[in-house]
């Protein structure tokens, strides 16, 4: 091991030696780029350690060793990438936060090759299973193509989600596509260090008009890593305009939430295009109106959205005016629980409500609690549903699978003494892959009922 002095001389004996450095390309000139280029992200907490061995280029391979306990989750078995603190017998080699490390089963068997992250309780996260792909910049790049190529082939083109994370081989990658404007977030220490090498892969495959880093989420410290936004590209107007199902919808990339917008209802928002003809239309936790805005678009009679943020309901409302809808959707910003309550116990009756909530939770301990907010908002607004009028309603608690999402409605209509007639039961658009097996990509429940 060499211990690096200080930063600036660790750089200059980096050059000088040739040694890894993740997102730079071998002939690349190291001391161009400043200090958030360089792949280390983390700060300045801790001397960085070069591990003898390693080099820029083909021929590297990880020196730390990860060897698994005997006795491993089913979910590592089914090619799940994560692999948690307790799953690890021992680790042999350096351990820096973020480094790429080689995964070996109890019995010494190579499994996959991945980031490292101790500080994380999902401790691997692995990037491949073939021993032959090397990560550096180029992996990304092609993963990246590979990706782009699926979207592509499944016919989401203008708006996508590009990286679907694990779903995509890319483990903590959130890529959304909106038309020339890309929003990103990394959201392990081991993928952010790649983000340079993604930047640069974006720019190559797409040359986008801009480039945007949404890394301001929580989860983000788990992992030792700050909350954080700017631009990646050339600065530019974060508020845009998508096209989508054929209305035109703002999106604030720099200020909205999660990403800007929610790609995954995509193709759930085209399902409501005939029960919401003629009708009066309640949507709860409408965000900035998409599903009002195509209930609007398909010839609803009327249109009352709710939702808690002042911000969501002003950019709702512009989304009405942009789509010549000002006079059919009208947005109130108030709590969509409180008002659910009272409106369902006042009698208030329409054709068609239509529920898309926050995840209700993120913990296996509070998962009953998750399930007894879903029976109540559903019970709620099935009462608010005139007879064989329509509940739309929707899940995006990954913890909350989708049997039980339809046996806590089927709960809420026993007591709202309710019949229910399935018209459509989905999950997120395809451009969010699910993989057999792994729970966790399998997210949204879509639900269409008709309320007899
Ligand atoms: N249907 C939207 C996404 C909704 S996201 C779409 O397709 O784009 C969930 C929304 O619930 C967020 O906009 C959030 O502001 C809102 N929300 C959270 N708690 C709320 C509450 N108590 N009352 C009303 N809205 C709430």
Known sequence: MIEGPSWGLWLITKVSQSIFLPSVKEGQFVLNFPMSMTGLTRGVAGVPKLTEGAKIGSTFAPMTKVYL????????????????????????????????VDVFTHDKKWMGRGYINLQSQISVRLLTRDKNETIDDNFFYNRLLAAWEYRQRIGYVENCRLVFGEADYMPALIIDKFNDYFVLQTLALGMDRWKPAIVAALEKIFQPKGIYERNDVPVRELEGLPQQKGFLSAPFDTQIIINENGLRLHVDIENGQKTGYFLDQHDNRRAIQHIVKGADVLGAFTYTGSFETHAGFYGAKSVLGLDISENAVAQARRNAGLNGLSGVCRYEAVNAFDALKQWSKEGRQYDVVMLDPPAFTKSRETIQKAITGYKEINLRGMKLVKKGGFLVTSSCTNLVQPDMFLDTIQLAAKDARRRLRQVTFQAQASDHPIIGGWENTNYLKFLIVQVL
């Open 69 to 100: 306990k005997r006795k491993i989750s089913r979910r590592v078995e089914n090619g799940h990438p994560w692999i948690f603190g307790n799953e690890i017998d021992k680790v042999e080699g350096d351990t820096e936060g973020g480094s790429i």
